[in-house]
T-cell receptor, first 113, second 115 residues
């Protein structure tokens, strides 16, 4: 089983601050996804990165896939209370279908107004 | 659009009882799966299906059964509930043919407590 470690596990910040969440593995992935999960809901896809070194921006969120395709980061600029939730990364290997996707342990973010 | 619908949202069971968690999707997705989510452990795959009549085991299948008689429905059965099965359960679906780079759609989850 490929493991995905996320850090930090918990993060509590004030509105307006910047933050970065990390997703690391010793395994190489063909693609990596980031999901956000709000309390009482299922995860919802934010982005998929597929190329080593790729950077994708989604409004105030910036996602980067590591050059070696083993890690990824999520940077949030000027965090807002609406960003509160659990952030999960999910890595897909080069072979196998969706059943081979590995989910990270999650980063729980709280943005205080 | 309904997407992925799970029922019930909450359930309390006594040890040894059995029950079925329901999951239905209206997106004509080939791939459906069940995960359990426990604190600090992420989402772990229980069982999955790549189409009607086809199911297989995931990472943590013991104590659970599934069937896939139609494309839309993928119920998860707990045979004899144990306290270790206390968790939040998520059903998900996606387009199998386009591979794991495509989006997985999740239901709202079922919070199960076994006492």
């Amino acid at each position: 089983t490929q493991l995905l470690e996320q850090s930090p596990q918990f993060l509590s910040i004030q509105e307006g601050e910047n933050l970065t969440v990390y997703c690391n593995s010793s395994s190489v992935f063909s693609s990596l996804q980031w999901y956000r999960q709000e309390p009482g809901e299922g995860p919802v896809l934010l982005v998929t990165v597929v190329t080593g070194g790729e950077v994708k921006k989604l409004k105030r969120l910036t996602f980067q896939f590591g050059d070696a395709r083993k890690d990824s980061s999520l940077h949030i600029t000027a965090a807002q209370p609406g960003d509160t939730g659990l952030y999960l990364c999910a890595g897909a290997p080069y072979s196998g279908g969706y059943q081979k996707v590995t989910f990270g342990t999650g980063t729980k973010l709280q943005v205080i107004p | 659009n309904a997407g992925v619908t799970q029922t019930p949202k909450f359930q309390v069971l006594k040890t040894g009882q059995s029950m079925t968690l329901q999951c239905a999707q209206d997106m004509n997705h080939e791939y459906m799966s069940w995960y359990r989510q426990d604190p600090g452990m992420g989402l772990r795959l229980i069982h999955y299906s790549v189409g009607a009549g086809i199911t297989d085991q995931g990472e943590v299948p013991n104590g659970y059964n599934v069937s896939r008689s139609t494309t839309e429905d993928f119920p998860l059965r707990l045979l004899s509930a144990a306290p270790s099965q206390t968790s939040v359960y998520f059903c998900a679906s996606s387009y199998e043919r386009t591979g794991p780079r495509t989006e997985a759609f999740f239901g709202q989850g079922t919070r199960l407590t076994v006492v």
